[in-house]
T-cell receptor
Framework: AQTVTQSQPEMSVQEAETVTLSCTYD???????LFWYKQPPSRQMILVIR??????QNATENRFSVNFQKAAKSFSLKISDSQLGDAAMYFC???????????FGAGTRLTVKP | GAVVSQHPSRVICKSGTSVKIECRSLDFQATTMFWYRQFPKQSLMLMATSNEGSKATYEQGVEKDKFLINHASLTLSTLTVTSAHPEDSSFYIC???????????FGPGTRLTVT
């Protein structure tokens, strides 16, 4: 079974600075999807960014970008120019293309200091 | 993006009773729906996966007779917690997807408190 590991339970960043959240995963599959989700206090899961494993180019969405290292099974999220609204729980997730389910990491709580 | 709704958003029930949570895909047909459980300060744990018109597939350790899932239409799935106990108190999140390679959308969650 696939596992997703987020080794940073909590992270803190100064407003306007850059922060990187780490994620590693374990799989024997060659094709899959990786995601970063944001969960604010409202508990609504919000998709931040997604990466298809077959694509070598790292995904970017405005201030959010990933560093996808397939051989190392690493998928980190970089948030640039951090804003107060970025404060939330961030979950890394893996989804197989062979079956239905999505697996989540334990999450990283990000605090943004003004 | 597509919208997934859940009802109710909060529910309190007495121990021993049953409670039903609805999950609807509002603007797309969901061939697959997922139910997750999230304890405070923890991650989402997949409980079961349901495909429209088929029996749900439950994750190991999830009691299928306690957590009844019905996915009778392409826009509605229900989770019924039967004979609820205080330890069933949690945040339940549903998710829906139009197809295997489609995006997966999440509902806003339902907070269940069993007294």
């Amino acid at each position: 079974a696939q596992t997703v590991t987020q080794s940073q339970p909590e992270m803190s960043v100064q407003e306007a600075e850059t922060v990187t959240l780490s994620c590693t995963y374990d799989t024997s599959e060659s094709d899959y999807y990786l995601f970063w989700y944001k969960q604010p206090p409202s508990r609504q899961m919000i998709l931040v960014i997604r990466q298809e494993a077959y694509k070598q180019q790292n995904a970017t969405e405005n201030r959010f970008s990933v560093n996808f290292q397939k051989a190392a099974k690493s998928f980190s999220l970089k948030i640039s120019d951090s804003q107060l609204g970025d404060a939330a729980m961030y979950f890394c997730a893996y989804r197989s293309v062979l079956n239905n389910d999505m697996r989540f990491g334990a999450g990283t709580r990000l605090t943004v200091k003004p | 993006g597509a919208v997934v709704s859940q009802h109710p958003s909060r529910v309190i029930c007495k121990s021993g009773t049953s409670v039903k949570i609805e999950c609807r895909s509002l603007d797309f047909q969901a061939t697959t729906m997922f139910w997750y459980r999230q304890f405070p300060k923890q991650s989402l744990m997949l409980m079961a996966t349901s495909n429209e018109g088929s029996k749900a597939t439950y994750e190991q350790g999830v009691e299928k007779d306690k957590f009844l899932i019905n996915h009778a239409s392409l826009t509605l799935s229900t989770l019924t917690v039967t004979s609820a106990h205080p330890e069933d108190s949690s945040f339940y999140i549903c998710s829906a997807r139009a197809g295997l390679h489609y995006e997966q959308y999440f509902g806003p969650g339902t907070r269940l408190t069993v007294t």
